[in-house]
């Protein structure tokens, strides 16, 4: 009392001091700079605003796994930096639709349709088929890059072999095959004698229409989100005229013959510039930079106007067969490289944080990008972070649409679902070679499944009956383990998303989490205990949101892979009758084991392994527990189903081969076994026993010991098979 008496007389009493817990350093998110070729930390220019540029498809064929490799990486990246960290993030994405390769092809299409609508004799088209090699012979002979001469080579056969039924004797379709065939030849000679004649603006814009409209079909079915921006070419032609104008006026530019190139040693003699940032050693490389000028623009007249063999053009005056635009220079069109820098400044301004690209554009495009750039804001940072993906193999082999060596996406995806190509991605590092493989597919394949069972087994839990007080439970010893994992994996996944977007450790990680859940659920089962459903809830949400972040999961549901069509909740709408046919097979069952109906056992087992797998349903039978009930894609039930049978006839196989082998022993006579080892016994008693070995020395005890116990086994199989063709089996 007098203690108490004390506190009330002290007066008010005021609330301690309050210590704040230690400070930590927020983890920060770090980027494989190009710039730099080294991890950097990501600081955007303008807080949380981040403005990104990606090069875009050059409009002229069908897409191929290449520009998969790229945009599906990038649009992971994207999602990641949008929707995980949280940045506010502004994508501007080029169409090239103006180009060196598109003109051609445009160009050569045409000419090519107009000779098939001429509808030339058999004997016509193949005195231009043979006019049209003459040229290719040439082309194949003096040829050394060994993939393209591989090209040319299975062109050559096809082609030989197209005009063999003509060469003997003009008949059939045959004349139809040959152009087919021939294509490629007659649309180059059609090209180099016509090609000048074609003039309409329009016919060089068809083409890169078509293609483009392709292009995002196939985005959209790899769930590759679009870009909050999109510029094409031909659009901007009026503000590449005034770009290039306003490099001219700052000295980086000169005219010639109608063209505007790039002054790269007046550019980079500046004080704060510096020509081929990217990669410097590349500086000379002619193979390269001719690739980059494309192939109507290296011709020697064009490639005399330069004043040095490094300068690129900005502004190429158009020869008859391409198409123009007015421009102060005379009638022309724009420069490869110039396009990205003039749109790109056009939307995002002086300076952006990220440009993106495939591995392959580092020199020369986007080594002239940044030099031109830089020449006309004046400044030595238009690229803060400059990300490229890295190359995709096919099955180990380089992939390029020019030697004809590519898998479009619409093929790729007739094999695989865009989920699967996306974790083939996913379990690789953006910024490394990807091998496009079979072995790569089935990774991703068993990943999916392996994510998929999860997803179904806690479903399963989540649909038992239970109150609104029941799904809070008790937390035991092994709760709390794995909820210790659950975080630990977490940081593990944030730890390497922040190491430069590492996802192939990230998925690795979740693989662990899997795991982890995976092993508490049996333990729970094996225990007949209920797991704990908030636990695993609050796992398959983590792991299902994240994969929503990767682009690997589309639609609303909460949980898992969706399942069903057109945004329609399959699972919701067919699972309660599902429960009620499951429920009520489990009560046949019971009855039928308790009267022994075999029958009718077969019946229920029936419609778990051949009528349900048909409607894409999987029931799982657990002994002392209900029946699992699982919504599976039905080619992949289908799928199980043959490899099951097959196994089942592998067994079958195996045990008759088995059979066979030992009746084939059982059908030797004891005296005869040994016999036939003449490289081990030379000798051998009146039974057919051995005596000595095959260099004439006796046999010794134990070795005879050891003989006589498989001659004994062996009288005992013979006697067996004697009986068994007495009783006439």
Same mark, same amino acid.
């Given at each position: ?9 002290? /007066? ?5 001091p309050w ?30 605003k ?10 002229y ?13 990038f649009?992971?990246l ?12 502004l ?10 390769k598109?003109? $051609? ?14 509808? &030339?004799? *058999?004997?016509?088209?193949?005195q231009? @088929? ?8 040439a ?6 890059? *060994? ?5 040319l ?7 030989s ?19 087919e ?17 074609v ?5 060089f ?9 392709e292009?995002?079909k196939?985005?959209a079915?790899?769930n ?8 094409r070419?031909?659009?901007?032609? &009026?503000?590449? @005229?005034?770009?290039?104008k306003?490099?001219? =006026? ?7 013959? /109608?063209s @505007?190139?790039?002054?790269?040693a007046?550019?980079? %003699?500046?004080?704060k510039?510096?020509?081929a940032?990217?990669?410097?050693? %590349? ?10 000028? /494309?192939?109507?623009?290296?011709s ?7 004043r ?34 003039? +749109? ?19 020199f &020369? #495009?986007?080594?002239n ?18 990300l490229?993906?890295g #190359? ?8 390029? $649409? ?11 995806l ?10 083939a ?15 790569? +597919? ?12 999860f997803?179904?087994n ?6 038992? *009956? ?14 709390m ?11 593990a ?25 995976n ?6 089962k094996?225990? $007949? ?10 796992? %398959? ?35 309660p ?13 019971k009855i039928?084991?308790?009267? $022994?109906?075999t ?6 087992? +029936? ?5 349900l797998? =048909? ?21 992949t039930l ?11 006839a ?20 004891p005296?005869? +076994? ?5 490289d ?7 039974t ?8 004439g ?29 007495q009783?006439?089996?």
């Amino acid at each position: 009392m007098r203690e108490l008496q004390t506190l009330w007389e002290t /007066g008010k009493r005021v609330q301690p001091p309050w210590s704040p817990p230690p400070r930590t350093e927020v983890p920060k998110l770090y980027l494989y700079n190009s710039l730099t070729r080294t991890k950097e930390e990501f600081i955007p220019q303008n807080g949380r605003k981040v403005l990104w540029y990606c090069c875009g498809p050059t409009v002229y064929d069908a897409s191929h796994m290449g520009h998969a490799r790229s945009y599906i990486s990038f649009d992971i990246l994207r999602r990641i930096l949008k929707n995980y960290f949280k940045y506010d993030v502004l994508y501007c994405m080029n169409i090239t639709d103006i180009d060196d390769k598109i003109i $051609k092809r445009a160009r050569q299409n045409y000419l090519l349709e107009q000779y098939k609508e001429k509808k &030339p004799s *058999p004997t016509q088209i193949l005195q231009d @088929v043979l006019t049209a090699r003459k040229p290719f012979l040439a082309k194949l002979a003096e040829t050394t890059d *060994p993939d393209k001469k591989q090209m040319l080579e299975r062109l050559h056969v096809a082609v030989s072999t197209a005009l063999e039924p003509l060469q003997g004797a003009v008949q059939g379709d045959a004349e139809g095959l040959l152009v087919e065939e021939s294509k490629d030849l007659l649309s180059d000679w059609l090209d180099s004698q016509f090609g000048s004649q074609v003039t309409e603006n329009s016919i060089f814009s068809t083409l890169p229409k078509y293609w483009e409209g392709e292009y995002h079909k196939d985005m959209a079915a790899l769930n590759v989100l679009p870009p909050d921006v999109l510029t094409r070419v031909s659009e901007y032609v &009026p503000e590449i @005229v005034d770009f290039v104008k306003k490099i001219v =006026e700052n000295g980086y530019g000169y005219v010639s013959n /109608g063209s @505007v190139y790039f002054d790269t040693a007046k550019f980079d %003699a500046g004080d704060k510039h510096s020509y081929a940032k990217l990669v410097p050693e %590349a500086v000379g490389d002619q193979k390269a930079l001719h690739e980059g000028e /494309g192939d109507l623009s290296i011709s020697a007249d064009r490639l005399s106007e330069k004043r040095s063999p490094i300068d690129f053009a900005l502004w190429k005056a158009s020869k008859p067969g391409e198409p123009s635009w007015d421009s102060p220079w005379g009638k022309g069109r724009p420069g490869w490289h110039i396009e990205c820098s003039a +749109m790109a400044g056009s939307i995002l301004g002086e300076s952006m944080d990220i440009h993106g690209g495939g591995f392959d554009l580092r020199f &020369p #495009h986007h080594d002239n990008e940044l030099a031109q750039s830089e020449a006309h804001f004046e400044n030595d940072h238009w690229v803060r972070y400059f990300l490229h993906t890295g #190359h995709l193999t096919i099955a180990g082999c380089k992939m390029s $649409k020019s030697l004809k060596n590519f898998i479009t996406i619409k093929d790729a995806l007739a094999k695989h679902t865009a989920r699967q190509l996306r974790l083939a991605f996913l379990m690789h590092s953006w910024k490394d070679t990807l091998d496009y493989s079979s072995n790569t +597919m089935e990774s991703a394949i068993q990943y999916e499944k392996f994510l998929n069972e999860f997803f179904l087994n806690v479903k399963d839990i989540l649909r038992a *009956p239970t109150d609104i007080t029941g799904q809070f439970e008790r937390w035991e010893e092994a709760e709390m383990e794995l909820n210790r994992s659950f975080y630990n994996q977490k940081a593990a996944v944030h730890a390497a998303l922040r190491d430069n977007i590492d996802t192939r450790t990230a998925l690795e990680e979740l693989r662990v989490l899997v795991s982890q859940s995976n092993a508490y659920i049996a333990g729970r089962k094996n225990a $007949k205990l209920a797991p704990n459903r908030m636990l695993l809830q609050s796992i %398959a949400l983590y792991l299902t949101d994240l994969l929503k972040t990767f682009g690997a999961i589309e639609g609303a549901e909460p949980i898992g892979f969706p399942v069903g069509t057109n945004g329609q909740n399959l699972e919701s709408t067919v699972m309660p009758y599902l429960k009620v046919l499951s429920d009520f097979r489990e009560g046949v069952r019971k009855i039928a084991r308790e009267q $022994k109906v075999t029958e009718v056992l077969s019946l229920c087992d +029936m419609v778990r392994d051949e009528t349900l797998p =048909e409607l894409g349903v999987r029931l799982e039978d657990h002994e002392g527990l209900p029946t699992v009930v699982k919504l599976v894609d039905r080619e992949t039930l289908l799928k199980e189903k043959e490899e099951k049978k097959k196994v089942r006839a592998d067994s079958s196989y195996i045990c008759q081969d088995r059979s066979m082998a030992k009746l084939a022993k059982m059908k030797i006579p004891p005296s005869e +076994m040994f016999r036939s080892e003449t490289d081990k016994y030379s000798t051998f008693d009146e039974t057919g026993f051995p005596t000595h070995d095959a260099d004439g020395k006796e046999i010794s005890k134990g070795q005879t010991k050891k003989l006589r116990k498989l001659y004994e086994a062996q009288e005992k199989l013979y006697k067996e098979y004697l009986d068994s063709m007495q009783n006439g089996s």
